[in-house]
Nanobody, 124 residues
Framework: QIQLAESGGGTVQAGDSLILSCRAS????????MGWWRQAPGKDREFVAA????????VVKASEKGRFTISRDNPGNIVSLQMNNLKPDDTAVYYC?????????????????WGKGTLVTVSS
């Protein structure tokens, strides 16, 4: 069983930057891909970004390209999400996720592991 622990959430102002981090308790085939989802109040959970174990393959939600960057450490237990120029619409609970393949981490029912989430609040 893999545990995912997020950190780095908080309250910031519009235009600020924030880095979220997620540490996996171990490595397995289910942590080949790690990434982030978010759920804003009253909305469905949505995919944000994911990256492979070595950071060689990364995907970022199209609307966030240029503002959000995902990275992974070596040996791959920590995935980070750099968020720049934050907007009030970015306010959400951000969840770390892990799965064995890119097409699995992008589908919520196929994610193998979820973190408990970290709240990001962006004030205008």
């Amino acid at each position: 069983q893999i545990q995912l622990a997020e950190s780095g959430g908080g309250t910031v102002q519009a235009g600020d930057s924030l880095i979220l981090s997620c540490r996996a308790s171990g490595r397995s085939r289910s942590t080949v891909f790690m990434g982030w989802w978010r759920q804003a109040p009253g909305k469905d959970r949505e995919f944000v970004a994911a990256t492979s174990w070595d950071g060689g393959l990364s995907v970022v939600k199209a609307s966030e390209k240029g503002r959000f960057t995902i990275s992974r450490d070596n040996p791959g237990n920590i995935v980070s999400l750099q968020m720049n120029n934050l907007k009030p619409d970015d306010t959400a609970v951000y969840y770390c996720a892990a799965a064995g393949a890119l097409d699995r981490i992008r589908v919520p029912t196929s994610v193998d592991y979820w973190g408990k989430g970290t709240l990001v609040t962006v004030s205008s």
